[in-house]
């Protein structure tokens, strides 16, 4: 989603806003821009459609400085991807703003300001915002004052930005709904959509809670919470350096997360298996006592976090044995629900800034869900301080759109939480002593995985000209299918579906024919042999086969088929090791066809609008 940077300090901060721009690439967006006060107080903007390299070769014809500005960029919602729409978007000279969120009562607000005499150079949502602030300006008010009564008149969800003419050493940043961070330097203040973007100038940093907003000068800061009291909010040392974000010699950031599974994973279980055991205390000071009370599992997640999820649904039902379910969080928060007694609510999410997720979280609260945890990948996030329990995947920064690393430290993290109440429920030491195992040997296997990679480049070559392709899977490896149906189709625009092998006569057979193939995922497991028979009706009907199965699977090449080994792995963890080769898989698709493997068209990485 959009991204936001703002600085006030004694050094120019053009080049620094500029900096956080690139850093916030990877969010996803389709048009840049910035504002900085210049030295006689004027406000000067730049905007392009486009990538932030755009923006820069702008900058180079013509230059913008000053110490203090705002900068974004755009994901569009409202209005079409254009220079007009783009942000900063300014009133009369006087007032500038950025803004991530939407909206909803924009409409209203514009009729109004239409009525007073406002003039709209945009299609956004955005523009009324500044209209209202330039209002109460002109009323009298301070920025400071003329931003607070604006927020009251806005419904719906804002991280804000806001400078102007009268004020030119003068910040003010505010949040509801969308992210916002403050990096403290040394008489010098920043703010960004996330840390990532401020790195090179600060390590520390303040998160500011909803309703919150700072009053920004470049030697203080002073914050106001939704009641407008003063607070203070604690200064966090991130352990993130400027580099964790570089791609470190692989050509694409989605490549470099795909290699670096084994490290995340190993940090992932780092510190939590003691002596073949689950350490205790893993889930926080109150996780053994929340834990010991549940009876049922609640999952609620959006896009890849779903579907490792839905694998973590086969592994509470069969492993801990107590009955879980899982839904979309855009659906959860919008129906009626019958909460069952003791029913601990998983929010899944790799930023902890997920729109839909949040609001189902909070939705859960009022409906009688006594217990959350979230499994997370940033521990500053919203999710993470509205969740009575944590569980970090320590996958570290992840900047390509199609996520990687941090789906297979979700399950990982999962498998923690089944252990944690499986012993609970009757699971045996025996079988806790076989599934930690299980995880500690999961670095070794994904580095396995992974040196299947010239062979699925190869194999990759295949697909050059292919628009459609059916994933089959059975058991733990239906999700995996269509995780892996997701992928290829963010990254490379294939058009992709998942099914159950099973279900191929009910519907999907009728799409077998030369131009569609089927990519299966077979590990040796008990459903190995009906998934072979699945595999027949469609080598039966001129369908081309590519199967990823266990070296002991016995299935070899033939006409119609190509069959890719991979090492034999444990069916628990299984999940995750046949994740890897289809990550690479649809890594190598998009690489050939030519598309954009971090910034896919119309994706954003962090999806903080519902």
Request: aromatic share 6%; glycine share 8%; charged share 25%.
């Amino acid at each position: 989603m959009c991204g936001i940077v703002g600085g006030v300090g004694q050094r120019d901060v053009a080049p620094i806003l500029l900096e956080g721009l690139k850093r916030l690439e990877y969010r996803g967006y389709d048009s840049a821009g910035m504002v900085v006060m210049s030295d006689a107080a004027e406000i000067k903007r730049l905007r392009v459609l486009g990538k932030v390299a755009g923006l820069e070769e702008a900058m180079e014809q013509e230059p913008l400085s000053g110490s203090l500005g705002i900068a974004h960029t755009r994901w569009a919602t409202h209005g079409e991807p254009s220079t007009s729409n783009a942000h900063p978007h300014i009133c009369r000279g006087k007032v500038a703003l950025v803004h991530n969120g939407i909206i909803e009562n924009h409409e209203a607000l514009r009729k109004q300001q239409l009525e007073q005499g406002y003039e709209f150079t945009s299609q956004t949502d955005t523009e009324v915002i500044v209209h209202q602030v330039y209002d109460h300006l002109e009323s009298g008010k301070n920025l400071l004052d003329a931003v607070r009564a604006t927020i009251p008149q806005l419904e719906g969800a804002y991280a804000l930005g806001v400078v102007s003419k009268s004020e030119p050493e003068h910040l003010i940043a505010a949040r509801l709904g969308s992210p916002l961070v403050i990096g403290v330097g040394i008489g010098e203040y920043f703010i960004a959509s996330d840390v990532f973007a401020l790195l090179p100038v600060t390590q520390r940093f303040m998160f500011l809670e909803d309703g919150d907003i700072a009053d920004i000068h470049r030697n203080s800061l002073v914050i106001y919470d939704k009641d407008g009291n003063e607070v203070e909010r604690p200064i966090t040392t991130s352990e993130l350096s400027a580099d964790a974000t570089d791609k470190a010699g692989y050509r694409h950031y989605m490549l470099k997360e795909i290699f670096t599974q084994p490290r995340a994973i190993a940090d992932t279980l780092e510190g939590r298996i003691i002596g073949g055991q689950l350490a205790d205390g893993i889930f926080g000071p109150q996780g053994d006592a929340i834990l010991d009370k549940i009876k049922a599992v609640q999952i609620v997640a959006c896009g890849t976090s779903f579907h490792s999820g839905l694998v973590a649904k086969y592994w509470f039902e069969s492993i801990a044995g107590i009955p879980c379910q899982i839904e979309v969080a855009s659906e959860f928060r919008y129906r009626d629900h019958a909460v069952s007694p003791d029913t601990l609510f998983v929010t899944i999410s790799q930023s902890g800034e997920t729109a839909d997720t949040l609001a189902a979280l909070k939705e859960a609260k009022k409906c009688g869900f006594d217990h959350s945890l979230v499994i997370c990948n940033v521990p500053e996030s919203s999710l993470t301080r509205e969740s009575d329990l944590v569980l970090l995947t320590r996958a570290g920064p992840e900047i390509g759109v199609a996520s990687t690393k941090a789906f297979t430290t979700q399950l990982v993290a999962l498998m923690l939480l089944v252990i944690g109440l499986g012993r609970r429920n009757g699971m045996s030491e025996e079988l806790e002593k076989d599934l930690v195992g299980q995880l500690e040997s999961l670095p070794g296997k994904v580095n396995t995985a992974l040196e299947l990679n010239d062979k699925i480049e190869v194999l990759s070559e295949r697909f050059s000209h292919k628009h459609h392709a059916l994933y089959l899977g059975r058991g733990t490896m239906y999700p995996i299918a269509m995780e892996g149906a997701l992928k290829i189709k963010e990254i490379s625009y294939i058009h992709a579906e998942a099914y159950p092998a099973g279900e191929l006569k009910h519907g999907p057979l009728a799409l077998v024919d030369e131009d569609m193939p089927i990519i299966a995922v077979a590990p040796n497991n008990s459903l190995i042999e009906k998934l072979k028979s699945n595999l027949e009706e469609v080598r039966a009907r001129g369908g081309e086969l590519f199967v990823f199965a266990d070296v002991n699977a016995n299935m070899k090449d033939s006409e119609g088929v190509t069959v890719l080994n991979v090492a034999s792995v444990e069916d628990a963890i299984a999940p995750i090791v046949y994740t890897v080769p289809l990550q690479l898989f649809s890594y190598h698709v998009a690489v050939i066809k030519g598309a954009d493997v971090d910034q896919p068209r119309n994706l954003a990485k962090s999806v903080t609008v519902e």
